[in-house]
């Protein structure tokens, strides 16, 4: 279970880490991951969890699994749990397309750092900040 430390981390991965504590775990670069906009190389293990890195700096962890802040699992969770539990976003984003059928919309969290995404009404990432 990867759990959520708001302003710490993710599971085994802090964000004042850098780069070799998460390579010594066994993140693998994934070199066509990288993000010419933000400057953002990607990290990733297992496909639960994705690393965030910039200027040697662990800037955002991504989950796609197991997830828990708390004693709350995230993913997977409908909206009014999500709403009953973590209350009422900061701020709702605007719908995107993910792909030809899929359309996603982002809940931000500002005071602990969460971007949480839900797709069909349901939790299916969230995105672990630095707190803002």
Same mark, same amino acid.
């Given at each position: 279970?990867?759990?959520?430390?708001?302003? *710490? %981390?993710?599971?085994?991965?802090?964000?004042?880490?850098?780069? &070799?504590?998460?390579?010594?775990? $066994?993140?693998?670069?994934? =070199?066509?991951?990288?993000?010419?906009?933000?400057?953002?190389?990607?990290?990733?293990?297992?496909?639960?969890?994705?690393?965030?890195?910039?200027?040697?700096?662990?800037?955002?962890?991504?989950?796609?699994?197991?997830?828990? *802040? %708390?004693?709350?699992?995230?993913?997977?969770?409908?909206?009014? &749990?999500?709403?009953?539990?973590? $209350?009422?976003?900061?701020? =709702?984003?605007?719908?995107?397309?993910?792909?030809?059928?899929?359309?996603?919309?982002?809940?931000?969290?500002?005071?602990?750092?969460?971007?949480?995404?839900?797709?069909?009404?349901?939790?299916?990432?969230?995105?672990?900040?630095?707190?803002?």
């Amino acid at each position: 279970m990867n759990k959520i430390t708001p302003g *710490i %981390g993710v599971g085994e991965v802090n964000f004042s880490g850098g780069v &070799e504590p998460i390579v010594a775990a $066994g993140y693998l670069e994934d =070199v066509a991951g990288f993000d010419e906009i933000m400057g953002w190389r990607t990290f990733r293990k297992d496909n639960q969890l994705e690393c965030y890195v910039k200027d040697d700096a662990v800037v955002c962890i991504a989950c796609f699994e197991n997830c828990v *802040i %708390g004693d709350f699992s995230l993913i997977g969770k409908k909206l009014p &749990e999500l709403l009953r539990v973590l $209350g009422q976003p900061d701020e =709702v984003g605007e719908t995107v397309w993910v792909s030809e059928e899929t359309q996603q919309i982002p809940y931000e969290y500002f005071s602990p750092g969460l971007q949480i995404w839900l797709e069909s009404g349901s939790v299916c990432s969230v995105f672990c900040n630095t707190v803002y």
